[in-house]
């Protein structure tokens, strides 16, 4: 791969086409199973070339899906205008074949405007969003956590009327309690913007949308699920067997804590990953293909600082 000459995409970047893809609920979008998401290495302390590298590597096979939000980084802001360049530089010949998603509600500048689901914050942060990735609108704009405060309609109300202005095609929501999924899907669907996704946590360590009903919920309403984290943030690898590796996210990500990493939990992901090698597989493989496997799942979310871990998750569709 040269990343000195100009990016043009590979001419078989779909031959998987029928493996690749599932449809997102009841909607006309297809998405494929694994996505790439942002929300590590591609901040400002991240190298662009590495970052070319893998977006390249990604699209050249299919993902198409390019998952973000307004505070991933480090600093906030910091990957979307790493996206906004790999756009311009890269991809803007081909935005109409990319689905690019990003989400507001976690806190992104100082006040009381800055943070939560306000129509106020929800309106200024994808004004930015947009700003800083170069686009003129979204695939789909999240409401990225449930504010307790807020009245749910003024949200959604919100999410109503950044697609009406054509700034997101679709909306989605994260990390929301089953009740207040429930209300945004009746709530966005009588106003003619239905749910397109939702979007939370789960894996083999953290099953709580299973648990709660909100997968059922979503493959018995139409919409679709995308799971972030599959991996628990590199726990369900090999990594963590013998130990905390010293270039480990464990080491220094303020996510992922070493108290976390308890012997229990280590006794369990040495049987885990026992049990996929007994089936030729790696522990990475039988997570990736137990979050597939499961009723109502459109996607798995991926975050990758190597090509080679691209390449090696991209099995677990085959």
């Known amino acids: 791969m040269n990343l000195r000459e100009p990016y043009i995409a590979s001419d078989h970047r779909y031959d998987n086409e029928e493996k690749m893809y599932r449809r997102c609920g009841r909607s006309g979008v297809m998405l494929p199973k694994i996505s790439l998401g942002f929300w590590h290495n591609f901040g400002y302390d991240d190298p662009y070339t590495r970052c070319r590298a893998i977006t390249h590597y990604a699209f050249d096979h299919g993902i198409t899906h390019f998952d973000l939000a307004n505070n991933y980084g480090p600093p906030y802001g910091a990957g979307e205008e790493t996206f906004g360049r790999l756009m311009d530089e890269d991809f ?91 209300t945004a899907k009746t709530y966005l669907e009588a106003h003619d913007v239905p749910l397109l996704i939702y979007q939370g946590r789960l894996n083999l360590i953290d099953r709580q949308p299973q648990e709660e009903g909100i997968l059922d919920y979503c493959a018995d309403n139409g919409i679709g699920f995308i799971s972030f984290s599959p991996l628990a943030q590199g726990l369900l690898t090999e ?73 090696r998750n991209l099995k677990a569709i085959n």
């Open 92 to 182: 803007r010949s081909y935005r109409d074949e990319l689905f690019i998603a990003t989400k507001a509600g976690y806190d992104m500048w100082p006040g009381p405007y800055g943070n939560w689901g306000s129509r106020k914050y929800m309106f200024s942060s994808l004004n930015q969003s947009l700003k800083r990735m170069r686009l003129d609108y979204v695939d789909l704009f999240y409401s990225h956590r449930y504010d307790p405060e807020t009245p749910l309609e003024e949200t959604l109300q919100a999410l109503v009327d950044i697609v009406r202005q054509g700034k997101a095609l679709y909306v989605g929501i994260s990390r929301w309690p089953l009740e207040a999924l429930k």
């Open 239 to 311: 990594k963590y067997l013998n130990g905390i590796p010293a270039d480990s996210r464990m080491t220094h990500s303020a996510y992922l804590k070493p108290d976390c990493l308890t012997p229990e939990l280590v006794e369990r992901l040495r049987r885990m990953s026992n049990e996929a090698k007994e089936e030729g597989k790696t522990l990475s493989d039988k997570a990736l293909e137990w979050v597939l496997q499961q009723r109502g799942i459109t996607s798995v979310l991926v975050g990758v600082s190597k090509v080679e871990q691209m390449e």
